[in-house]
């Protein structure tokens, strides 16, 4: 059984509203995968049954639980291989260069779901950084549940086979039930917090590398902007700002020039030119 | 779970044989002309177990260009660390998904970055 196309829109400006993020019309079937634990949680016998219930009496913690359910992926450890591996060869040289005085890295991770992205970071950071030097990773998702589970450390068999070497899984993981815990060890130097990248920004330091990646395709071209406008004023003049494979700044944000890094590619802010010095040179 | 396996490296286009357990691959491997890319292995078999199997892979020289990755149930850190040691190159808990185990071989350089996507 599928939705109706008015439980669809509901859904649909629901999520729009709270996360900005567009369900375009064929996600039907999405949403009735995504929401069905949801429903049943609340007691509902369908999915249909819940959004009827709701429609009537409105009630912000399912509001909050339906756009959870419809704004986490399935994520995978060192995803895509590629940034990580630009990441240890090519970018963390260069900051270890450029801040030798203070020996200390700051790197977000946002839209971090589960955390595997954060933890992966780490793990990268560990094995790359050179002795003496300091990192800091912060976490941020839009789910507060994701943010749960990404600060408990937590991953299931399944989880811990996807994409991460068994090598990295004995060093930095011991056994939890039927799962996996992240070391101690692996766990500090790295902070959680809920964020909404379409709403106002915390103020926080300045980052010197961003992991912004698959956030951007959920999005329209406005809000595509206002994000990498949102992100840009919290990158480091000469950080360094990786999207997924399928995103990019350009023809969204010309701040931004495009670095290609082996088989990837990088994006920083580019150099302000005074207005007085275009066209003398 | 040899027909769930030999489906998954199948659609990759690898050529798959199969074998009971450790001593009836070494059998299979000794009768081979081309040495295998790839050994899937279990660690719980009759007659010879997986862990026998890859301490006795990894001492025959002819099979030194065989990737060994250990598919199994066995899920403790010391079974993981003893398959290491005996040379196996990736561990696999059982369950996984067919992702799951693409991302591995592409780990292992086997298959291309991103072939499930």
Redesign the interface.
């Known amino acids: 059984m599928t939705l109706s196309a008015s439980d669809f829109a509901f859904v649909a400006g629901l999520v729009r509203r709270e996360s900005a993020i567009v369900l375009t019309p064929g996600k039907e079937y999405l949403v009735e995968a995504r929401l069905l634990p949801v429903a049943r949680q609340a007691g509902a016998a369908s999915v249909a049954e819940f959004l009827a219930g709701l429609q009537r009496r409105p009630d912000p913690a399912a509001n909050r639980a339906i756009v959870d359910a419809l704004t986490t992926n399935e994520t995978s450890w060192f995803r895509d291989r590629e940034p990580f591996t630009a990441l240890t060869d090519a970018v963390l040289p260069e900051l270890v260069t450029s801040r030798s005085s203070n020996r200390s890295l700051r790197i977000w991770s946002a839209a971090c779901s589960s955390g595997q992205e954060p933890y992966s970071l780490a793990m990268s950071l560990q094995q790359a950084l050179p002795a003496g030097w300091r990192y800091h990773i912060t976490g941020t998702d839009i789910s507060t549940e994701m943010i749960k589970r990404a600060s408990a450390g937590e991953f299931s068999q399944v989880e811990v086979n996807r994409g991460l070497p068994v090598q990295q899984l004995v060093h930095h993981f011991t056994r939890s039930g039927t799962g996996w815990k992240v070391t101690p060890a692996l766990r500090e130097n790295i902070t959680f917090q809920q964020m909404n990248l379409t709403a106002p920004l915390p103020s926080m330091a300045p980052f010197d590398v961003i992991f912004l990646r698959n956030v951007l395709i959920y999005f329209d071209v406005e809000t595509k902007r206002s994000v990498l406008r949102n992100v840009s004023r919290l990158l480091r003049p000469d950080g360094w700002l990786f999207l997924g494979a399928a995103e990019t700044t350009i023809g969204v944000d010309e701040s931004f020039e495009r670095v290609a890094i082996g088989r990837t590619s990088a994006y920083r802010p580019r150099v302000q030119v005074p207005a007085g010095a275009l066209g003398k040179g | 779970m040899r027909l769930i396996l030999r489906r998954i490296v199948g659609q990759l286009g690898f050529e798959v044989s199969d074998a009971e357990d450790g001593r009836a691959a070494l059998d299979l491997l000794a009768g081979m002309e081309t040495v295998p890319n790839l050994a899937l292995v279990d660690w719980n078999m009759p007659n010879m177990n997986g862990l026998e199997f890859v301490t006795a892979a990894r001492e025959d020289p002819r099979l030194r260009e065989m990737t060994l990755v250990m598919v199994t149930t066995e ?3 010391s079974h ?2 003893r398959a ?1 040691a005996a040379g196996a190159h ?8 067919s ?2 185990m693409i ?2 071989l ?2 292992l350089g086997l298959v291309p ?2 072939a499930n996507t």
Do not use: R
């Not at chain 2, 990736?90 to 998904?97: A, G, H, M, N």
């Open positions: 899920s403790e850190q993981i660390v290491l990736e561990y696999v808990i059982k369950p996984f998904t992702e799951a991302e591995k592409a780990l970055t991103g």
